[in-house]
C-alpha cells in the first residue's frame, strides 16, 4: 500500500484499485476500507460497488464493536488484558477515526444514491459506536496506570516505562503539535457531526439534527456556519418543503494520510546493577505533507466561503499518541522480561560450571521461570521487535466545507487544483437540499452530487423494453397513457390486449355505446 501511494496522490485510481487487491491476502475489513474508498472516487457509476464494499467492512466493524463491548464487561483484569493487547492479527480492528470516517463515507455515498433515509442511518450509528469507543479508551488508560504500578513492585520489570518520553530518540514531535493537541479526542470528527445534523434536517428531524450541529460547534467553535445553521434549524426545518433555492453543503477533502511505519530504536535498560541495549520497534506516523487549502471554489457566479472543519491528519496522530503508552509498557516489559531471562540463563550457568548450592539452584530457577512465563503471555522474545503499522491510508488528511444558497438546476463548478490547473464542470441542484462533494489530488480531482443518477443502482428494466414491439401489435388501452412514458403502459392490468374493434363496432350494439366509442378513439389514435 506504501508503495501506491504516488499512484494514488496523482489519480490514478485504476493502478491504486490493483494494488489494493495484490496488498491483501486476506480481505479483511481494511481491505474492504480501502477498496471502497477508491471505488467511489472513480465516478458515480462506481458508487453501488463502493457502497457494497464499504458496508462489507461495517458488517466487520458492527462485529468488532459487539465482541469489544462483551469483553469489556467482563471482570478488570479481562478487559485491562484486552485493551492492552496487541491486536495484530490476519484481521483488523479499525481505528477510533476510521470508525467515524467509515459512517460518514457511507452517509456520502448514500446521498449520491438519493437515499438520505439510509443516510440517516449512518449518521445515527457513530453515536452508538462512540460509546464503545470511550469505553475502550477508558479502560486502556486505566489498565495501562494499573499494569505499570504492579511491575513497579516486581524486581524484574522495575524498569519498564509508560512515557513514550523515556524512550531516547523517539520523535515525540510528531505527535505534539499544536493542531494535535487542540483536539478532544482522536474520534469525534466535526465534519461528521455536521453531516449527520444537516441529512437530519433535510429529513425534518429537529431533534436529531440539533445535536450533530451542537457538537460540531463544541469540536470546532471557530467555523462560522455551524453556528448560523443551530440558529436557523427551525426556521430551515419549518420551511423546508417551501424551499424555492437549493440548499447545498460543499465538501471538499485534500491532502494525504501520512505513512505509519515501524520504528527501531536501541535503548538501554539496567537489571541486576547490569545495562544493557535491546533493540525496540514503535510505530512512528510520518510528518505531514502535501497539504493544500481550497480558495477558489465556484457555483454558477458564487465563490464557496470554506473552512476547515475536520483534520484527519491530526486525529491519526492524536489516536497514535493516546496508543503510546500501551505501545511503551508492552515493549519496556518485554524488554526486561528479555533481560531477566538472560540473567537467569548467565546465573545458571555460573552455577551449574560451579556446582555448589544445586538445590537452591533449581528452587531459584522455578521462580525467575514462572515469572517470565506469566508475563511473556504467548509472545517469543523476538516480539519486541514487532508493531502493527497498518492503517486506512487512502483517506484524506483535511476536510473543508461551506453551505450556500443556490439557484436549482445546472449549475457551473469550478474548482483550482493543488497543481494550479482550474477545471469545471456541470452540477444539476435540486430544489431543498445538496450535497456536492469534491476529493482533490495533485491535478486532478473526483466530483460527487447528490441525487445523481449517474450513481443510481441499475433498474431492471431491459426485459420490458424487449417486450414492447410484441405489445404494439394491439391497440393502446389509452391513449392517454401512450402519449407518456411507455414503460407503465406495459406494467398496468391494462395494457392487456383489447378485444377487435371489428366485433365491438357493430351497428347493432347500441347497449354498448361506450365501448363503441372507446374502440372508435382507438382505431383513430391507431
Known amino acids: 500500500m506504501n508503495d501506491s501511494k504516488e499512484q494514488f496522490k496523482n489519480g490514478d485510481l485504476q493502478n491504486t484499485t490493483a494494488a489494493i487487491q495484490d496488498a491483501f491476502k486476506d480481505k479483511n475489513t481494511l481491505y474492504y476500507l480501502e477498496l471502497g474508498e477508491v471505488q ?26 459487539m ?8 471482570s478488570f483484569s479481562d478487559a485491562s488484558a484486552y485493551a492492552l493487547s496487541e491486536g495484530f492479527s490476519s484481521n483488523y480492528d479499525p481505528k477510533p477515526y476510521e470508525i467515524t470516517l467509515l459512517s460518514q463515507t457511507l452517509a456520502l455515498n448514500h446521498l449520491a444514491q438519493g437515499n438520505w433515509n439510509d443516510a440517516m442511518v449512518e449518521a445515527k450509528k457513530m453515536a452508538q459506536r462512540e460509546k464503545i469507543i470511550e469505553q475502550l479508551i477508558q479502560t486502556r488508560v486505566a489498565a495501562v496506570s494499573k499494569t505499570e504500578q504492579e511491575q513497579q513492585s516486581n524486581p524484574n520489570t522495575q524498569g519498564s516505562t509508560s512515557r513514550i518520553e523515556d524512550i531516547n530518540g523517539y520523535p515525540v514531535n510528531l505527535l505534539d503539535d499544536e493542531d494535535t493537541r487542540s483536539l478532544k479526542n482522536s474520534y469525534q470528527n466535526p465534519a461528521a457531526y455536521y453531516l449527520s445534523g ?32 443551530i440558529a436557523k434549524l427551525e426556521t430551515n426545518v419549518a420551511n423546508r418543503g417551501k424551499k424555492s ?50 480558495t477558489a471554489i465556484q457555483l454558477g457566479d458564487r465563490t464557496a466561503n470554506l473552512e476547515l472543519v475536520a483534520n484527519i491528519d491530526a486525529m491519526a496522530r492524536k489516536n497514535l499518541k493516546d496508543e503510546m503508552p500501551s505501545y511503551v509498557l508492552r515493549a519496556s516489559s518485554r524488554a526486561m522480561v528479555s ?14 560450571a560451579n556446582r555448589n548450592n544445586k538445590n537452591n539452584q533449581n528452587n531459584g530457577n522455578a521462580a525467575i521461570i514462572g515469572a517470565i512465563a506469566s508475563m511473556i503471555t504467548g509472545y517469543s522474545l523476538q516480539a519486541i521487535n ?15 466545507m461551506a453551505r450556500m444558497g443556490l439557484p436549482i438546476g445546472p449549475t457551473t463548478l469550478k ?35 447528490s441525487n445523481d443518477p449517474n450513481a443510481l443502482p441499475s433498474k431492471p428494466v431491459a426485459e420490458a423494453s424487449v417486450s414492447v414491439p410484441s405489445t404494439t401489435k394491439e391497440p393502446a388501452a389509452s391513449p392517454k397513457l401512450t402519449s407518456g412514458n411507455p414503460e407503465p403502459v406495459i406494467a398496468s392490468p391494462i395494457s392487456e390486449p383489447t378485444p377487435k374493434p371489428a366485433s365491438s363496432n357493430m351497428e347493432g350494439s347500441k347497449p354498448y355505446e361506450a365501448p363503441s366509442l372507446f374502440d372508435s378513439i382507438q382505431q383513430l389514435f391507431n
Open 198 to 229: 444537516f441529512i437530519h434536517e433535510s429529513q425534518g428531524e429537529t431533534s436529531l439534527a440539533a445535536p450533530g450541529y451542537r457538537l460540531a460547534i463544541e469540536l470546532r467553535p471557530s467555523v462560522s456556519f455551524f453556528k448560523t445553521s
Open 245 to 294: 433555492f437549493a440548499d447545498t453543503l460543499i465538501i471538499v477533502d485534500t491532502g494525504y494520510m501520512p505513512k505509519i511505519t515501524p520504528y527501531r530504536i536501541s535503548q538501554s535498560f539496567n537489571l541486576g546493577g547490569n545495562s544493557k541495549l535491546i533493540t525496540l520497534t514503535f510505530p512512528v506516523i510520518e510528518k505531514s505533507t502535501e497539504r493544500y487549502t481550497p
Open 339 to 352: 533481560l531477566a531471562a538472560q540473567f537467569a540463563a548467565d546465573r545458571a550457568a555460573q552455577q551449574a
Open 415 to 449: 474548482y483550482t487544483l493543488p497543481s494550479g490547473l482550474t477545471q469545471s464542470q456541470t452540477v444539476n441542484l435540486v430544489g431543498g437540499y445538496n450535497l456536492v462533494y469534491i476529493r482533490m489530488f495533485r491535478n486532478k480531482a473526483s466530483v460527487l452530487v
Open 67 to 74: 465482541q469489544t463491548s462483551e469483553k469489556l464487561q467482563r
Open 386 to 400: 514487532v508493531t502493527d503499522v497498518r492503517h486506512w491510508s487512502t483517506l484524506p488528511a483535511q476536510t473543508y
Open 40 to 65: 467511489r472516487l472513480q465516478g458515480p457509476k462506481q458508487i453501488p460497488n463502493s457502497t457494497q464494499n464499504l458496508l462489507l467492512a461495517d458488517e466487520q466493524v458492527e462485529r468488532w464493536g
